[in-house]
């Protein structure tokens, strides 16, 4: 099982957005981060579900909106599965 860390999550943002992961603060959050817009909502949401093995339905597609509700929610769901 693959760590999940803030690292880790930048890592994917950097692959969904095509940008360097240094450039992603580590308090990042929707529409505060100009990638992060609505299209970029989208290929965040796909990209964890597809690197982590995840499936985020729609109630979670509308609260995963930080780095840290991110991180708490892969953590619960590897706690639960």
């Known amino acids: 099982m ?3 860390d803030e690292q880790r999550i930048k890592s994917i943002m950097g ?3 095509n940008v360097d992961t ?3 603060p580590s308090d990042v959050a929707f529409s505060q ?3 992060w ?3 970029g909502h ?3 949401m796909i990209g964890l579900e597809n690197e982590l093995n995840l499936e ?3 109630e979670m ?3 995963l909106t930080s780095m840290g509700a991110i991180i708490n929610y892969v953590l619960e769901k590897r706690k639960i599965g």
């Open 37 to 39: 817009d609505s299209v």
């Open 2 to 4: 693959t760590d999940i």
């Open 61 to 63: 597609l509308t609260e």
């Open 33 to 35: 981060f100009l990638p």
């Open 22 to 24: 240094s450039e992603i």
């Open 15 to 17: 692959d969904a957005w």
């Open 56 to 58: 985020i339905n729609y």
């Open 42 to 44: 989208m290929a965040l």
